[in-house]
């Protein structure tokens, strides 16, 4: 399982070295975008609006929009600092609390614990005081340049951390439109409704639930594969180096008899007649 973060975790005097790990994994079935016309996957590009052209890695900076069209910049040396700062910090357990009090509105994603090198006791050790004590622990720590409030908890014999978010993060419920005010149910409707919910009340068994769309879905594509109803992308045009290079230089070519003067047509020479040079000289 791929590491994803090595830090401390201390609660009190108590240091644990570990590493974290993905809990959960996204199993969206990604479709891609073709183009209709040739069966090309679409390319999407990074362009600078202004300048009108793709623009590279190394010309991208990192900035904060205070205001429309106001920005402050921030240098990755910055950025880098003040993360390193953070994740050289210890994780430490700051509070204990109940599970049942915090509503899972706040839960955001789940990491597995596991001890690193030396750090199995102490591991052992905050595992079997949390299941004894059926607490959990409030901390914070830095993941993918955040700090997260995260609540440390056990989940079949393994530690793990859910990130949850902070208060200011969790939109207020007097926002939502159109809620209706509380009202007293008619008392049958409410009888019947609770009769439903006790027929339909059972244990929870997450393994009974299956994503019926994601599984339609790949049924379908495996039908049309088995049918050969596929297509294949044109392949990009490879620009020929050596046609490129003949053109040039038949280009410069051209270019050079246009730009040549054109060489200077030697002097005839006009022809005398002897006999009379010397009829002149006799006389």
Not at 36 to 56: L, N
Not at 164 to 171: A, G, K, N, T, W
Not at 213 to 228: F, G, H, M, V, W
Not at 266 to 281: D, F, I, L, Q, Y
Request: aromatic share 6%; proline share 5%; glycine share 4%.
């Amino acid at each position: 399982m791929h590491t994803m973060w090595k830090g401390t975790i201390s609660f009190g005097l108590v240091n644990i070295p570990v590493k974290m790990h993905a809990a959960t994994e996204n199993k969206d079935v990604k479709l891609r975008q073709l183009h209709k016309e040739c069966q090309s996957p679409i390319k999407y590009e990074r362009v600078c609006p202004v300048c009108d052209r793709e623009v590279k890695n190394d010309e991208i900076v990192k900035a904060y929009e205070y205001a429309k069209n106001k920005f402050v910049v921030l240098d990755e040396e910055e950025l880098q600092a003040l993360k390193k700062e953070q994740e050289d910090k210890a994780v430490e357990i700051v509070d204990f609390v109940q599970l049942e009090e915090i509503d899972p509105i706040y839960f955001e994603k789940s990491y597995y614990l596991s001890p690193n090198e030396g750090g199995g006791k102490a591991y052992g050790l905050l595992r079997a005081a949390l299941m004894d004590t059926g607490k959990i622990g409030i901390a914070k720590m830095i993941i993918r340049s955040k700090e997260q409030l995260a609540v440390i908890r056990v989940y079949q014999n393994t530690l793990v951390v859910e990130t949850i978010h902070y208060p200011d993060e969790v939109r207020k419920v007097q926002d939502v439109p159109n809620v209706p005010e509380q009202a007293e149910p008619e008392k049958k409707e409410l009888e019947t409704a609770k009769m439903l919910i006790d027929q339909l009340t059972t244990e929870f068994d997450p393994e009974k639930y299956k994503d019926e769309y994601r599984t339609a879905l790949l049924d379908l594509i495996e039908e049309k594969k088995n049918k050969e109803q596929v297509v294949t992308g044109e392949k990009q045009p490879v620009p020929d180096n050596v046609t490129n290079l003949m053109d040039a230089l038949q280009a410069s070519l051209d270019r050079a008899k246009q730009d040549k003067p054109k060489p200077k047509q030697p002097k005839r020479k006009t022809k005398t007649n002897t006999g009379e040079k010397k009829k002149k000289v006799a006389k």
